[in-house]
């Protein structure tokens, strides 16, 4: 697709979305910023070319891959609202208002160190949530991290990379210092290719726009602490071996780890991304490009009107006014339904139980399930559908209504050993889980008082989860062992040693016990002992000699 011809600029897509302005384009793709004419709300619009990606095959795959991809649901990705195949293949998602991370990099603003591990921290967010639930976003780039107008960030285009490769000539979403050599040695796409353009853009930040630290004394000094920390973390991630670079969410631990050091980072210096430049006018009527819906009778029927008015003289205009009645008239009474499209509106499923939405609308529309997660739902609730409450849809159209299956899972934070309650308390709010209850077992390795892990086997939890925590009570209590007295004292040593405790020999004579049969030992045996106590054996040294 031509990236300086704009073939849809000025276009209504499927009666809803109007293209207003191009936003970027691809090999098979134009990007435009639209407005969603029914909710008045703008929207950003994908189009894909028709002429290569078509056919019945494509159709299925495009249609497969945009449902798995409207189940992923993260405040870091960008929300995938609708999505059609029939004439034009496009995808329709959320605008966010505040410019891109290109855009961001190319101003004459510094970043501090607290905003840029901010970055990168909402970037891994999201990324790790992908991998976590086994998908790659595979064209990572500062073109991709997109901000609101108040700072907050979000991932584009996640999944993309798969749509487009339905077509056997599929753009190259990554280039320049983010492809991976794997990449660019033509190995199949894993998560390390997104953790390598991770670091590429960590790496441009810090070479471009890392400000000169103004401050002085203690907080220079933290700050330059926390900027070596976070080059370290990310050495290993530009290694050329995928096997050597640590995961996105052990990135993420180390990020937030570091977070907590630094001071509240001022708002991103994030500017608006309309350039009204790019808007056109466009004259006339817009061309309207329908997407598998039935050709509607009734518009038709009025532009015929329309034009037949303005160009026939009025007795001949009465004349065809008359035989167009009659005709009408004919048609209503022959019960020829063919142009009839029974439409219906999509009522407001909130909080609806799903076999009461299939009960009252199976027999209108072609109901498909979507399984998601969201922060303050509950299992089981239908949360929306596609497409919204309130807009028309036709019978026999297909009306996905998306379940919920509770709050978004967090991963309980790996490095818990060794911390004090607090300190993994205050780790476990960065990851959106709470502390719970504490229970002491004893532990060989871990100091009295500190966290051993969570008492639980799970690594994932809802969001605003308590997770159990076992505090270390110092080494297991030892048991002195039973049937030592009488015993030869190699075998006794040998007995007490095996159980970790240490041993003291103590040699006496002893009138009726043969030499180096242990005669008692201290403790006694059956006593509990801490690790490593000493347990002094005494020992006959036979009889005394007769001087």
Not at 10 to 19: D, H, T
Not at 175 to 195: F, H, K, Q, R, W
Not at 337 to 350: D, K
Not at 392 to 414: C, H, M, N, Q
């Amino acid at each position: 697709m031509e990236s300086s011809t704009y073939l849809y600029a000025g276009k209504v897509i499927n009666n809803r979305y109007r293209l207003i302005t191009p936003f970027g384009s691809g090999t098979l793709t134009q990007i435009y910023l639209a407005d969603d004419i029914r909710v008045r709300k703008q929207t950003i619009v994908k189009v894909f070319d028709g002429t290569a990606l078509n056919g019945e095959d494509f159709q299925k795959s495009f249609q497969v891959a945009l449902q798995d991809l409207a189940r992923t649901n993260h405040p870091n990705l960008i929300k995938i609202l609708d999505w059609g195949s029939s004439e034009v293949p496009y995808v329709v998602t959320e605008f966010l208002a505040g410019g891109d991370l290109r855009a961001m990099l190319q101003q004459d603003s510094s970043l501090s160190i607290a905003q840029i591990t901010f970055i990168m921290m909402e970037i891994l967010k999201g990324i790790s949530y992908l991998h976590e639930r086994g998908k790659v976003h595979g064209g990572l780039k500062p073109e991709n991290v997109i901000f609101n107008l108040t700072g907050d960030l979000k991932i584009s285009d996640a999944g993309m990379r798969n749509i487009s490769s339905l077509h056997s000539s599929s753009e190259s979403f990554t280039t320049g210092p983010y492809l991976s050599p794997e990449l660019i040695s033509g190995e199949p796409l894993s998560p390390a290719d997104d953790v390598y353009a991770i670091a590429a853009i960590f790496t441009e930040l810090i070479d471009t726009k890392l400000a000169e630290n103004a401050s002085t004394g203690e907080a220079q000094e933290k700050d330059s602490e926390i900027l070596q920390q976070l080059k370290s973390a990310f050495t290993s991630v530009r290694s050329a071996k995928s096997s050597e670079r640590p995961s996105a969410s052990s990135l993420l631990k180390i990020a937030s780890e570091l977070n907590i050091k630094n001071d509240k980072p001022a708002l991103l210096p994030v500017e608006s991304s309309l350039n009204l430049n790019l808007f056109e006018t466009f004259n006339g009527e817009p061309e309207v490009i329908e997407n598998g819906g039935k050709p509607n009778f009734k518009d038709r029927f009025s532009k015929a009107i329309l034009y037949l008015k303005s160009h026939l003289r009025r007795w001949l205009w009465l004349l065809v006014m008359g035989i167009l009645i009659a005709g009408i008239a004919l048609l209503i009474n022959s019960g020829n339904e063919e142009e009839e499209v029974r439409l219906q509106v999509v009522p407001e499923v909130a909080g609806l139980q799903t076999a009461d939405l299939i009960n009252q609308f199976s027999d209108f529309w072609v109901l498909e399930e979507a399984l998601t997660r969201e922060d303050g739902t509950q299992n089981g609730e239908i949360l929306r559908t596609i497409p919204d409450a309130g807009v028309e849809l036709a019978e026999g159209k297909v009306l996905t209504y998306f379940v919920s299956l509770g709050p978004e899972l967090r991963t309980i934070p790996l490095g818990l050993t060794g911390l004090t309650i607090d300190e993994a308390e205050s780790i476990l709010l960065e990851s959106s889980l709470r502390l719970g209850a504490t229970s002491e077992v004893p532990d060989e390795k871990v100091a009295i008082g500190l966290v051993i892990g969570p008492a639980t086997s799970v690594t994932e939890l809802p969001t605003g989860s308590e997770v159990d925590i076992e505090i270390s009570s110092g080494p297991e209590l030892r048991t002195v062992p039973e049937t030592l007295v009488g015993r030869a004292y190699e075998s006794v040593e040998t007995a007490i040693v095996l159980e970790g405790l240490q041993v003291k020999r103590t040699e006496v004579f002893h009138p009726t016990i043969g030499l180096g049969i242990v005669i008692r030992v201290e403790p006694v045996s059956g006593s509990q002992v801490l690790a490593d106590g000493v347990i002094e054996i005494f020992v006959s040294k036979g009889l005394e000699p007769i001087e």
